[in-house]
């Protein structure tokens, strides 16, 4: 039995992920919800979702011990961080007056400035960005296995990474004239800024694709 | 290409029991929650909402079950409004697997509510319903209230100043619903929608009056709205939402096939 463990710090609605990964899981995986670190150290995979304010969900992180588990399941084992679980692998966040985050990937997570246009239309873009937009890979990795490019994907977000490393951009998505990260990979770590919970098949075909990274 | 336009099927739930009834072809339950959410899934619904119009106290626990059980099979965005008054209904909804709970006649009683719930949850989670009808009269500049009570009680609030607040006090989207055109298939009130579009920015959901996919289309590319919610339309069997999106499409609106 192998278990993929999600990450709880008390904040974030874990019943889609862990529902979303059951639904794509075979028999000899085990879907925990993880309260307690010294458990989810043992899980073969971590999921790590995020959401609310980043400042909120830091403070959190390290009164419940999870900043812990994170900094270490970051160097050894698969992981998949989703939306606020991305931000936060940043070394600076803009969000809550300035926020330090886990400085996995080093760059900073800026706001979407205001107005932010339409490059066709010309009309005014909102703020969150929220609804289905699409992912574009740049490179081949085994958790775009199966999504054709420019695949939706449900995003919910005010916020977006901006790394020093482009090499470490393995997905974009446009939003009026940006082109922003809306995935990032290195070694073991994978982490999205959209919701493959919600994202119907697109979204559970990159679930599956983790559970067998 | 970009961020898609979004079309949300309403379905309005007693007891546990999707009411109004819904008229597919082939469905064995045309009261289950669960085989409804599932074909508006598969036709392509971008989210979901339910409507708790449950009157009894006792039975609006099922609304948990309702959610649960949707969330473990439909894997798109699901929204929960009616009956949410405090923070504990909004936690057992997301707990239970909704995405975004949706706050009315609470927001008008207690609008300090939208912000605790919002700081708490964040804003991304808390839609505020806004319920307006238009008390201008002709010839005078445009004016809508907010009201409650199915539109049966005016608040003497306007409803835009309301929509700049509810956004202020950290609303993350506002579903705009014209009790003037409310069940009577005329089309979306698209100046209010609009208005309130213009004023705010975060994502308006247009509601009330659709009669047929051209008013889908209208609501977006008229009252500017970011998403369109209807219910009779296609529960009623008369369009599918594939349809409602070619529709879309044909009028040069980005959609999600």
């Known amino acids: 039995m192998k278990t993929v463990s999600i990450i709880d710090y008390g904040m974030s609605n874990l019943h889609s992920v862990s529902k979303a990964l059951e639904h794509v899981a075979e028999k000899n995986w085990q879907v925990t919800i993880g309260q307690d670190p010294s458990r989810i150290l043992q899980a073969d995979k971590i999921v790590f979702p995020g959401q609310g304010a980043i400042g909120n969900c830091m403070t959190l992180l390290h009164q419940t011990g999870m900043a812990e588990v994170i900094r270490h399941s970051l160097s050894n084992k698969p992981f998949l961080g989703l939306c606020l679980g991305l931000q936060t692998l940043l070394t600076f966040s803009e969000e809550s007056g300035g926020t330090k985050g886990f400085d996995w990937a080093t760059g900073t997570v800026r706001r979407f400035e205001e107005p932010l246009l339409d490059p066709h239309s010309g009309e005014r873009l909102k703020i969150p960005h929220m609804g289905w937009n699409q992912v574009y890979a740049t490179w081949p990795h085994p958790l775009w296995k199966g999504i054709p490019q420019g695949s939706r994907f449900y995003f919910v977000h005010s916020y977006y990474v901006d790394p020093q490393d482009s090499q470490m951009i393995a997905g974009t998505t446009p939003y009026g004239n940006l082109q922003f990260a809306s995935a990032l990979a290195r070694d073991n770590v994978f982490a999205v800024q959209f919701h493959p919970e919600k994202s119907q098949q697109a979204g559970l075909t990159l679930l599956k694709n983790f559970l067998e990274w | 290409m970009g961020l898609a336009k979004r079309i949300i099927p309403c379905l309005d739930v007693d007891a546990g029991r999707v009411v109004k009834g819904v008229n597919f072809v082939n469905i064995r339950d045309a009261g289950d929650p669960v085989e409804i959410a599932r074909r508006y899934d598969e036709q392509g619904a971008d989210e979901l909402t339910f409507l708790d119009i449950t009157a009894s106290s006792d039975a609006r626990d099922t609304m948990v079950h309702v959610v649960e059980a949707v969330a473990g099979e439909v894997f798109i965005p699901l929204t929960v409004g009616g009956g949410i008054r405090k923070m504990e209904d909004i936690r057992r909804m997301l707990n239970a697997g909704a995405d975004k709970v949706s706050i009315n006649t609470a927001a008008v009683f207690n609008p300090e509510f939208v912000q605790e719930a919002s700081q708490h949850f964040g804003s991304q989670c808390i839609v505020v319903a806004i319920d307006a009808k238009q008390v201008s009269l002709a010839g005078e500049p445009l004016r ?96 599918t939402i594939r349809q409602a999106k070619q529709v879309m499409a044909d009028r040069g609106i980005e959609v999600r096939w």
């Not at chain 2, 055109?181 to 659709?210: C, H, K, M």
């Not at chain 2, 008013?215 to 009623?236: C, N, Q, R, T, W």
């Open chain 2, 144 to 239: 809508w209230e907010v009201f409650t009570h199915g539109g049966r009680k005016p608040t003497g609030i306007d409803a835009i100043d309301w929509a700049k607040r509810m956004v202020d006090y950290g609303a993350g989207e506002l579903l705009v619903t014209s009790m003037d055109r409310d069940g009577t298939r005329q089309g979306f009130d698209l100046p209010l929608t609009r208005t309130i579009s213009e004023a705010v920015n975060v994502p308006v959901i247009a509601s009330g009056g659709v009669g047929t996919l051209e008013h889908l289309a209208d609501g977006v590319l008229e009252g500017k709205a970011e998403a369109v919610l209807a219910a009779s339309i296609f529960h009623f069997g008369e369009f």
